[in-house]
């Protein structure tokens, strides 16, 4: 693999990073600010929004900037928005500044996969893009419990300072590293997109991916609040906790993608969801046991991201049934869909923290994630009534975002 691939691959763990470690440091946070667990809550939900609006807009607008300098541009601008995140005085300006990364996030990975494949023989292509995409992945086991006891040890200020200073090494990286001849890809317009948005069934998938992953992140956006306050952990152990729940990921990654492989995508996630909606309420239970918490997390971590796989096979072979002149445009906003869901789950979670407590979170969570269970169904029973039978697509072990 080209070195240039390392050189995305690196921008993609400093975003993986910047954008799971602000959940272990929401109480420190919310208390240097003086702001509450809810209000801190929504930095999660800003920065999903960015995405969200980044992947489809913001790509298409810049459908024809060369692909270095766009790659480039957007890791400036994702030092920037942690820059600014460094030194944010108030609650205000750190909200921009997640705001101002979450659009980067947005564009980076829509143009990423062409890029990388565009480094590669055509033979390569998957490995290429599974490649890049293992910076999420590793950000998950790495990155964000090392940021979060950077946050608890040096102040929270601190960790964006250290994503800052990596998102410069992938500016220089990227500079040197990337070739400047890659071909554009036919860039797909906002006509285009809100054309796809016209289709029942990829509508019903996109809501499946915005329900199932959302869903979890009612309760995981508050996770470190629940580790302290009800389990009795100390902040310093909070690092430690997102470690073992980082791990257990990059282990439920490959057993989701597995799955779907096996028994295709609508299959996999009636299981991935039942088993995530069935975590979640054991949670309810568990929380207040520090050893049992921990237990429960490493198996949250093995199905929270295991619908990944199936979701973006399904949303694939309901394209290319539905819109097969736009598939990768449907794809794309598959991951708006992730993003969407995101958003939503925390900012629900922090009106479920206001209004009915922290302990609600996990099975309200619950509710939501067996509601994009029941949603699973109805596409596999529409599918059946079509006479499309399951199938399975290869399914890439890669992340969502």
């Known amino acids: 693999m080209p070195l240039a691939l390392w050189a995305l691959t690196l921008s993609a763990f400093a975003i993986g990073t ?6 272990g440091l929401i109480p420190t946070i919310a208390v240097s600010l003086g702001v509450s667990v809810p209000s801190a809550g929504l930095l999660v939900s800003l920065y999903a929004l960015g995405v969200a609006v980044g992947a489809p807009v913001l790509t298409a607008l810049t459908g024809r900037i060369p692909r270095k300098q766009l790659l480039i541009g957007l890791m400036v601008l994702f030092t920037a928005g942690n820059l600014v995140a460094w030194m944010a005085p108030n609650y205000a300006s750190l909200m921009a500044a997640r705001v101002l990364t979450g659009l980067a996030h947005g564009v980076f990975f829509s143009i990423g996969s062409t890029i990388a494949t565009g480094l590669v023989a055509r033979d390569k292509a998957a490995s290429a893009i599974a490649l890049m995409f293992s910076g ?97 952990f100390a902040p310093s152990s909070v690092g ?11 282990v439920g990654n490959i057993w989701g993608g597995k799955l779907a492989d096996r028994h295709g995508p ?3 996630l009636q299981v991935v ?10 949670l309810a239970f568990t929380a207040a046991s520090p050893w049992l918490v921990v237990a429960t997390v490493l198996a949250w971590g093995a199905v929270a991201f295991g619908n990944v796989p199936g979701l973006q096979v399904y949303v694939v072979q309901r394209a290319e049934r539905d819109a097969p002149h736009a598939v990768d445009v449907a794809s794309g906003l598959n991951i708006a869909a992730f993003n969407v869901g995101i958003a939503i789950g925390a900012w629900g979670g922090g009106l479920v923290v206001t209004h009915l407590g922290l302990m609600a979170t996990p099975w309200i969570g619950a509710l939501i994630v067996a509601g994009a269970l029941g949603l699973t169904t109805l596409a596999g029973l529409l599918d059946r009534r079509d006479g499309i039978a399951p199938v399975s697509a290869g399914a890439r072990t890669v992340a969502a975002h």
Do not use: H
């Open 136 to 232: 999420l992945t590793v950000a998950l086991v790495t990155g964000v419990p090392l940021g979060t006891f950077i946050g608890q040890a040096f102040g929270w200020q601190s960790t964006f300072l250290a994503v800052s200073l990596l998102g410069l090494i992938a500016v220089a990286g990227s500079w040197l590293l990337v070739p400047s001849d890659i071909p554009n890809g036919k860039p797909s317009g906002i006509m285009a997109q809100l054309a796809v948005l016209k289709k029942p069934r990829l509508l019903l998938v996109y809501a499946i991916t915005a329900l199932g992953y959302g869903g979890s992140f009612i309760a995981f956006t508050y996770l470190a609040p629940i580790l302290q306050e009800v389990a009795g």
């Open 240 to 250: 430690l906790v997102m470690l073992v729940y980082g791990v257990s990921v990059a």
């Open 18 to 23: 910047t954008e799971f470690v602000i959940v």
């Open 266 to 268: 609508v299959r996999a």
């Open 273 to 282: 969801f039942a088993l995530l909606a069935l975590v979640l309420l054991v």
